[in-house]
């Protein structure tokens, strides 16, 4: 009986903390949905779909609205590269907001690049996963300092 009862005040609860808005296909079908908190009324996640009714892209947000990952689906609800050759892209950001990591991944899950940022909001660090053949445009080749040692921040 106890455990009916945390489960029902968890369903309670849990139906409480978000509201969503949506918008619809001209069929009826939801083409956008965004998930608000209750408490902070700040965007949490967006959803977009299909005009099959098929969920395309997720955007999840943290409390400051920032974009914290973008995922691409299949029909089939599994992850799939989008446009820019990614599946999945994960951002982390400091305690003032500021982007600091970012991390994209293919439809496998496997990691294709890491970048890093300093405060300044200059890229810092970059890393390839599974691609060992990199565009030269797209190397990251730190400036040296007057010293001639090149600065990397962790």
Known sequence: ??????????IIFSSNLSFSEELK???GNIR????????????????YYREDGTLEKIVKYNMREQVIEIAYMTKKGKHRN??????????????????????YYDDGGNLIENKGYNNEDDLVYKE???????EPQEEFNPEPTVAGETVVYD
């Open 128 to 134: 390839y996963g599974t691609d060992s053949n990199p």
């Open 1 to 10: 009986m106890k455990k009916l009862m945390i489960l029902v005040l968890l």
């Open 32 to 47: 956008e949905e965004n998930v608000y908190d209750k408490a902070s009324d700040t965007l949490v996640e967006t959803s």
């Open 82 to 103: 989008g446009p820019d050759g990614w599946a999945v892209l994960r951002n982390q950001y400091d305690q003032n907001g500021k982007l600091i990591f970012e991390a």
């Open 25 to 27: 296909w001209n069929n």
